[in-house]
């Protein structure tokens, strides 16, 4: 370091903003008066510091005036810093940073920064220098990096010479002007990013930019250096103004705790009482104590508010600047001596130690004579000389006078043992600052860890609740399905029962269907009934293929009923339970009505073929009649044939009788001639005789004829009837025919077994009865069955519409219940798959709470076991019950 030592005070400079809007607008006073260049009337009072900037003054002029010296002075070697100080608003930030990138408004930063690189640029050709900033602010007692912000809390340290600097702060080297700016940038970007309110957070703050400058002269291997800080302080406003409270409250103590301190060290400075000045008390005064009191140039900022608002602030900052401008600092040129420079110091400070250890060989044995009780030995010449302390020279004076003005005398091994123990006692000063950071540090990590921890215990509670919940559900959920498997299995039980019945059941009937489908395939001749069985088979098929799966189903259940060993794999298959109970009540109703449909068809084939037997034999009972019919109209025309001939044979005894009358005529006339009396008697006889025998005849034959109009009447009716007969027959034969090949061979030969009796009696009593009232009796009795045969066939018919109705719907529910059955498969898939997913969505829940558990309470065990019991009892609210499962967990 250079020997050239300089005191210098702080320069104090105090700058006045204009009255802003709102102040304006409130019609605030505007107070200060300024007089001359350094001196302000405020309230009354005159402040005098080394300049007064007014309203008006731009920041070209700020900067020219104060600034412009300190670049110098740290290219020069020097150490700077400047300060803005007062309360928030006032303009501190206006002044050290203004608008940073605008010429006009720019503060004294971005004004360095272009300064400095000007300055390098005009300086000798053989400089190097080495540029290197910093930015960092401290909030709440904790040193942020602004350059880097994961290095939030940075403690402070000493360097080889004492000096305090911040330990661990990034430091960007830096080329340009630019790049300055861009450092700048970066570091404003990240301490906007880092809070919520910029302004609550920089009124609140201390931003420090530190600029470290090394230049070394390649030639002469010279090196100087220079260090200028760049101090925003927080709002000096005190905190009842602000109205701060609770945290935030803490806050602006702590704040103003630093302030305070700062304001404490420039008290003491200022009062000249430097014994003890009390920078270990906050982290600012301990970064600045060079630039308060110390080896730098230093210019602070008093920045004020004009209005008459803030006059009780404005009058507290001026005091302060007052105070501060007493403060003396001793400069001293950082200079890094050179080999040569050292040599000749070296010399010097050899031979200042070889008189001082001649004046302390003398004193010594001067203090040896007056302990001695010897007398002092005028002739001798003494300097008192303690180390640092300046040689006066020595006046002759009283033993006691000496003894006081001689404290102590110290041994140069002393002396170096003490300056050792200082060194011990500040390196365990560092250390324990350095502790005590390392413990604050901890202390933030664990405030933060507990944060963390209490909101990851909320968060868990919060977990633990859902879960709690989701367990109590699932337990209802569980109980519910319990309750659902046990009616399931039992209803499983008696379905199993019921079952084997209906299996029995079902397999006579099908054996029965059987026999009467081939019994039927066998009589059904016509298309429809064909196709009606076709379908029906088909339906059987399906609803024997839907009763074997069934059966399947039924049989695995029954086993699983059987064997007792019902394993709950999963919460699943409680619910596959309850849907297989839905579907086997279901199934066991379609099974329910498709007996009662296949009795019902049954009970309509029976019918059938009880209607087709009495219509057969109905049939049979025509044809007899018809037959019976046919012979009485044979014997109605034989009897005709008997009747023409009795007409034929009257009319050839009418024939003869003419003959004979017109022979007795050709008589009458040659015995007239002979005898005309007596033939005239006898030819009135005769004609008596012919009269009576016409008379006779014609009575017969009109008889005859009578009777004949009667029987051609009957015949007449009777060959109507026979039509009508014929007809219907004709019908009823092809319905019969019909019929007939539907039925067995068996009812063929009953039938012509009952024809054969039945034609064997009807034709005795056509024998015997024989007649006309007979022949009445037997077509009433024919027609009566005519009718119950047309009504009979009409049923079948009707019968047989109804079944082809029938049929279809009967399909329609078969397909529905295919499909039912269909959708149910696919929903038990379904219901399956979504059971798979809930598990393993659970099981994931589970993991996660698990592993959740597992990081926040890494070395508590007990948890494990928390976390155990609520898979366990998750699980088992799945339904899943297994031992093995248990296991697992
Ligand atoms: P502080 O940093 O002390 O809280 P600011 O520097 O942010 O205050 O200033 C508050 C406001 O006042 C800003 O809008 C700024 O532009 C304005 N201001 C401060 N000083 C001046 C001045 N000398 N001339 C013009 N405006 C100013
Ligand atoms: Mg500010």
Redesign the pocket.
Known sequence: MADTNAECNIKVLC????L?ESEIVRGDKFIPIFQGEDTVIFGGKAYVFDQV?P???T?EQ?YNTCAKQIVKDVLGGYNGTIF?Y??????????????LHDPQ?MGIMPRIAQDIFEHIFAMDENLEFHIKVSYFEIYMEKIRDLLDVTKNNLSVHEDKYRVPYVKGCSERFVTSPEEVMDVIDEGKANRHVAVTNM?EH??RSHSIFLINIKQENVETEQKLSGKLYLV?LA?SEKVSKTGAEGAVLDEAKNINKSLSALGNVISALAEGTKSHVPYRDSKMTRILQDSLGGNCRTTMFI?CSPSSYNDVETKSTLMFGQRAKTIRNTVTVNLELTAEQWKKKYEKEKEKNRSMKETIQRLEAELNCWRNGNAWLPHVECNYVLAGIPSTPCTPCSPCSIASSIVVHISHEERQKYEEEIRKLYKQMDDKDDEINHQSQMVEKLKEQMLDQEELLASSRGDSERVQSELCRLQTENESSKAEVKEVLQALEELAVNYDQKSLEVEEKSMQNKLLAEELAKKMVSQSFKKLVEVSGHQRKRIAEVLNGLTRDLREFSTIVGNREIKLITGAIEEEFTVARLYISKIKSEVKSMVKRCRYLENLQMDCQRKMEETSRELSSCQLVIAQHEAKIRSLTEYTQNVEMKKRQLEDGYDSLTEELAKLQAQGTAEETRSPTCISENKTALEEQMQSHREMHSKQLNHLRDEINEKQKIIDDLTDCNQKQRLELEQLHGDFERLRTQEHHKSRQLEELTTGGKLKSACMELNDTGGFLTQKQKISFLENNLEQLTKVHKQLVRDNADLRCELPKLEKRLRSTAERVKALEGALKEAKEGAMKDRQRYEQEVERIKDVMRTRNPFRRPHAAQIGNIIILARYGLGITSPVSFKVI
């Open positions: 700058r006045f903003r204009p802003n900037f309203t008006n003054t920041q700020v803005a007062g309360q928030t608003s006032s303009g501190k930030t206006h002044t050290m940073e203004g608008n408004a302004n920089s009124s925003d709002g920045c």
